[in-house]
């Protein structure tokens, strides 16, 4: 069996059932075709500003809708995270 990636399972389902709910924190509610929209454009956002594969992206959130978008982010850039305290 191969190895499986986060980001790649999280991308299936957003294929498969975008509108399944993905993330839920508090009053917020993302569905799965939404993560996977938010956390694209956080990757995208990432490489045009320089961050590489195998480089580590400081990560500074609380619990919540917004920190999984930017965990999401970061790997579909192909970078580490680095969890950050606030």
């Not at 191969?2 to 999280?10: D, E, M």
């Not at 389902?13 to 509610?29: I, K, L, M, Q």
């Not at 956080?42 to 917004?66: K, N, P, W, Y």
Request: glycine fraction near 14%; charge should be negative.
């Amino acid at each position: 069996m191969g190895s499986v990636v986060v980001p790649s399972l999280v991308a299936e389902w957003g294929v498969r059932t975008p509108g399944a709910v993905a993330v839920s924190a508090g009053d917020e509610v993302l569905s799965y075709g939404d993560l996977v929209e938010r956390a694209d454009r956080l990757a995208r956002s990432l490489v045009e500003r320089g961050v590489r594969r195998g480089e580590v992206v400081g990560v500074c959130a609380g619990r919540g809708v917004d920190l999984v978008v930017a965990l999401l982010g970061v790997m579909r850039a192909g970078a580490a995270y680095l969890p950050l305290d606030p």
